[in-house]
Structures are given as structure tokens and as C-alpha cells.
């Protein structure tokens, strides 16, 4: 007796069928990685606001200050802004209000902001993070 002929290899329809699947799954997975990736180089903004808010707990602990108003760029043992360029994030102080601005590098990142707002001038200093970066989903 003789074997029936064996199917060998795939279908015209299953091979459209794969290729549907892996064009939906793309199509929802590519946006996604998107913004995973500008909230991973985001995280660089984030983190660079560590040293003025190190410098504003300094200044407040030893009593330099005596309002809100006393937390400003370049007084008081803070540093002076930085403006934003190409290379360079954008850093300022105002009022106990850090503001950290993303480079004007053309990206879709550029000038998303990362704010930290004391919310007094005793110690221990309290914040509340906000800015630019929490709607957009980057913080």
C-alpha cells in the first residue's frame, strides 16, 4: 500500500495569517518601546536634580534661609543656573522650585520639564515632584 501524499510546507493563507499577527503585535509594541525608551534617557533629568536638592537641604539646615523665597540660583550656597543647550541640561532654582529642563537636542524630549517644589523651608525639606514630564508619562 501506498502513503497519501504528505502536505509539505505552509499554506498561502496561514503564511498571511502570521504575518497579520506579527503586523498587530508591532504595531502596539513599537509605540510602547517608544516611550520606555524616553523614560529611560529621561531618568538622566531626573537624577541630575539630586545635587540641588542636596543644596537647598544644606542651605535649610544650616539656617541660611528664612523663606521659601531665600531658595534661588546662585544665593545662599546654591549654584547658578544653567541654561539649556544642545549638550547641556537646563537647571534653575526659583523660590524653592528646582527646575530641571531637558536638552534642545530636537528630540521629542526637548524641553520636557522635571520640577521639584519645596514644600517648606524647615528641615527635614519636603517635595513635591511635577512639570512637563508627568503627563507626557517620563516621570
Same mark, same amino acid.
Given at each position: ?52 536638592? /542636596? @543644596?537647598? $537641604? !544644606?542651605? *535649610?539646615? +544650616? ?11 546662585? #544665593?545662599?550656597?546654591?549654584? /547658578? @543656573?544653567? $541654561? !539649556?543647550? *544642545?549638550? +547641556? ?11 530641571? #529642563? ?38
Amino acid at each position: 500500500m501506498r502513503n497519501p501524499a504528505k502536505q509539505q510546507g505552509f499554506t498561502l493563507i496561514e503564511l498571511m495569517m502570521v504575518t497579520a499577527i506579527i503586523g498587530i503585535l508591532a504595531s502596539v509594541a513599537l509605540p510602547a518601546y517608544t516611550l520606555y525608551q524616553n523614560k529611560a534617557r529621561f531618568s538622566e533629568a531626573v537624577l541630575a536634580v539630586g545635587a540641588s536638592r /542636596s @543644596a537647598v $537641604a !544644606v542651605a *535649610a539646615v +544650616t539656617g541660611r534661609v528664612s523663606s521659601l523665597n531665600d531658595f534661588d540660583s546662585g #544665593t545662599n550656597g546654591l549654584q /547658578s @543656573a544653567q $541654561a !539649556v543647550t *544642545a549638550t +547641556t541640561l537646563g537647571i534653575g532654582i526659583v523660590d524653592g522650585v528646582i527646575t530641571i #529642563t531637558w536638552y534642545s537636542d530636537g528630540t521629542s524630549l526637548a524641553g520636557i520639564t522635571y520640577t521639584l517644589t519645596a514644600d517648606g523651608f524647615l528641615p527635614p525639606v519636603q517635595w513635591t515632584s511635577g512639570g512637563t514630564c508627568g503627563p507626557a508619562g517620563y516621570c
